[in-house]
């Protein structure tokens, strides 16, 4: 197989179409042409075209009349109906196109790996552009737009800069990707994950053998497809690998990490990201690997995060870049008042940004206590003096800044997942950090004065932030305060989607504060009505009949004629549990029935409530029955 001189990526910008039509007639094994559109739910199209079909209709494809979908493939629900269905795919010149190699299909002709042209492309329905791509694009545009006119007519304090020298303003955005490797049809007890865990047995450990491998190679191809790796490494789940006689690792369950440079253009980040998780997934099942890019898909052990990370700065006319939410001075202060307006924007309107970033029952499992996830709406900035940093991890958002590299300070956003979809998650932020920077930029107020109402404790009256919350800690929120302490500090966190999604019911003025021509209600209400289906759907399908699974296999091991009082008496628990989760009586219906029932007559507040009894009953189902049957021998 020959793989020298393939061409990976496309760089936005770099040719034209005469230069993209010729440097593809050069590489005849690139045979497939995909318009990539993401829909809400963060799924992205894939198709295959005929290369030729490119070549002869190549204006088609960039206005939009070249390849159709509708409705029913892809999630845009009470848009792209029946009765209104199809959705046309224009292709998007403004970002880099990536080539998607087959390795198990080798083209004849050349020797090298059949090739798939990857173009992302917006989708368009006769309502107007509903994607996910360009939701976020016409939002960057939107939020640059407003905050170069609040600049221009306010000035920032603590930041001296000429409104009149700024050319653009620019959003500097990064991802990061944990995710759980395997190899395949292998189990182990959640015990020695949780103990593997607490002992920091595998953080940033060295990898080995196929591991190891694989790890190298996602690295090199990053590269290769302009992504600009930064570090791979372990991280805080797993064990150790186990070997066979010949020395060939034959179990593995590790978690990793990998992390790539920031780029300027929210979209061309999140579509990296895209293209990441797909160069993973690849390179380890190369290796003979699993990956899984769930959020919690071990309970008891770590989850994945996506960390997400904000920032905001402006390209003069001199070309020189600015971050705005640096201060003059970084030694004296945290950040500039533009800066704090933000983070203060994020963090009153998070109840209603929350749907948008944490939209599944699995994303909501990661975000418990115990886990290093974060579960209260809470900041961290610093140290007591603004040059000494810090970084708490246990809350939401926090401030990431250097003295020594001041155009790297910036929000690192800590909810998001692998499956969060990034261009919604991405907007929402800079809409809600929009609103602060109004307030902050509007007021006039000092850097100083911002930073107090941002420090304020609970019942402080404040003129932007709410009276009854806290929004600022330097300790560890777990450790220094209770649950009840939290939930009335930072807000309780949702339990359940459904009780994510109430929230745009519950602060409908906060909604109506986000809400914009470039992200509009009716699209925050398709991607709401998208999310609780799923939901629904995954509850009665997927969940209630793994848990029945695992009530089921939940058998008595002990001899009725053993003696031993204590073995009795956890069965009876036991099997007490499993009648009332999962055995319908001529009295009573069991707790799965329950909620299919609730979930039939579209009683989701029922549906929710009881989901949160079965997650605990459960958990005590898991952890009586493992005393028990370590006990029965």
């Not at 372990?234 to 590790?254: N, P, R, T, Y």
């Not at 690849?282 to 003979?288: A, I, P």
């Not at 107020?445 to 600022?472: I, N, V």
């Not at 359940?496 to 009716?522: I, Y």
Request: aromatic share 10%; charged share 25%; net charge negative.
């Amino acid at each position: 197989m020959v793989k020298d001189d393939l061409v990976y990526v496309i760089p936005a910008g770099q040719y034209g179409k005469e230069g993209v039509l010729a440097l593809l007639e050069q590489h005849p094994e690139i045979k497939f042409v995909s318009l990539v559109g993401v829909d809400l739910a963060g799924n992205d199209t894939d198709e295959k075209i005929p290369i030729s079909v490119f070549f002869d209709d190549y204006e088609k494809f960039f206005n939009g009349t070249a390849v159709q979908t509708d409705g029913s493939s892809v999630v845009l629900p009470g848009i792209a109906t029946l009765s209104d269905a199809r959705v046309d795919m224009k292709a998007d010149p403004s970002v880099n196109w990536f080539v998607d190699y087959n390795d198990g299909n080798i083209d004849p002709a050349t020797g090298r790996p059949v090739g798939t042209l990857r173009i992302p492309s917006f989708l368009c329905h006769a309502t107007g552009y509903i994607d996910s791509r360009s939701i976020l694009r016409n939002t960057t545009d939107y939020v640059g737009e407003q905050i170069l006119a609040l600049i221009k007519k306010y000035g920032i304090k603590g930041l001296s800069v000429n409104p009149d020298d700024i050319e653009k303003i620019v959003f500097t955005t990064a991802t990061e990707l944990e995710f759980w490797v395997k190899t395949p049809s292998q189990d182990v007890e959640t015990r020695l994950l949780s103990a593997s865990q607490k002992l920091q047995e595998q953080y940033w450990q060295r990898t080995h053998g196929v591991v190891r491998t694989a790890l190298e190679q996602t690295v090199e191809r990053l590269e290769k497809y302009g992504l600009n790796p930064e570090m791979g490494h372990k991280e805080v789940g797993g064990i150790k690998a186990q070997i066979d006689d010949s020395g060939k690792l034959i179990f593995v369950l590790e978690q990793i990490e990998v992390d790539w440079k920031f780029t300027n253009d929210p979209v061309q980040t999140a579509d990296n990201e895209i293209q990441a998780r797909i160069i993973v997934r690849e390179v380890f099942r190369e290796n003979g690997l699993e990956v899984t890019f769930q959020a919690k898909p071990i309970q008891g052990v770590a989850g994945s995060g996506e960390h997400t990370h904000f920032g905001l700065g402006a390209i003069l006319k001199s070309g020189k870049f600015v971050n705005l939410f640096n201060p003059d001075d970084m030694n004296e202060e945290f950040m500039s008042s533009l800066g704090y307006g933000a983070i203060m924007g994020i963090l009153k309107h998070y109840e209603v940004m929350n749907p948008f970033v944490s939209a599944t029952t699995d994303s909501l499992n990661r975000l418990k206590p115990g886990f290093e996830a974060p579960v209260c709406i809470v900041t961290s900035l610093g140290g007591e003096t603004p040059d000494v940093p810090t970084r708490n991890r246990s809350v939401l958002i926090g401030l990431i800044r250097s003295v020594d590299s001041p155009n790297g300070t910036r929000f690192e956003l800590r909810a998001p997942n692998p499956f969060t979809n990034t261009y919604i998650a991405i907007a929402m932020g800079y809409l809600s950090a929009l609103d602060g920077i109004k307030y902050a930029l509007s007021s006039g107020k000092t850097p100083a004065e911002l930073l107090a109402e941002l420090s304020k404790k609970p019942g402080e009256a404040a003129d932007y932030l709410e009276t009854d919350r806290a929004y600022r800690s330097e300790v560890d929120v777990f450790e220094e305060f209770t649950a009840a302490e939290r939930d009335a500090m930072f807000g309780k966190a949702p339990r359940t989607v459904w009780e994510n999604f109430k929230a745009l019911e519950l602060h409908p003025e906060k909604l109506d504060t986000l809400a914009c021509p470039a992200f509009e209600k009716r699209i925050m209400e398709s991607f709401k009505l998208g999310a609780l289906n799923r939901w629904a759907l995954e509850l009665q399908f997927r969940i209630i009949p793994d848990n029945l699974s695992k009530v089921i296999s939940a058998k008595p091991l002990h001899m009725e004629a053993d003696t031993n009082p204590l073995e009795a008496e956890r069965w009876t628990k036991i099997n007490a549990l499993r009648t009332e989760l999962g055995r319908d009586t001529d009295k009573s219906l069991s707790i799965f029935s329950k909620i299919k029932k609730a979930l039939a007559a579209n009683d989701y507040d029922a549906a929710s409530d009881l989901m949160v009894v079965m997650n605990d009953k459960m958990d005590e189902l898991t952890d009586l029955y493992y005393e028990y049957s370590h006990n029965a021998f």
